[in-house]
């Protein structure tokens, strides 16, 4: 017998998100999306965080109302400040 199992599915294919990784003093790195607020990840090794924050984006995405995925569209830059 088949089981049928509905998945929401997010298409996020075309979108690009920014992402800030840092090694963590404990060891592995952890990872967060600052156009998503709240969504973060961590790994053992920066190709693992990266691999989970995607899945995370996507979770939240999922999650997230219409007018949160309105405010998607505002502009993220990244700047470098010398202190």
Known sequence: MKRHVSRKTVNCASRTFPVVVQED???G???NC???QGCYSQGDTVEDALRNI???IALCLEESSAAEKRGLDRDVS???VRV
């Open 25 to 27: 003093v404990s060891g």
């Open 34 to 36: 600052p156009a998503l």
């Open 78 to 80: 990244l700047h470098f």
């Open 54 to 56: 995607r899945e995370a």
């Open 29 to 31: 790195y952890w990872v």
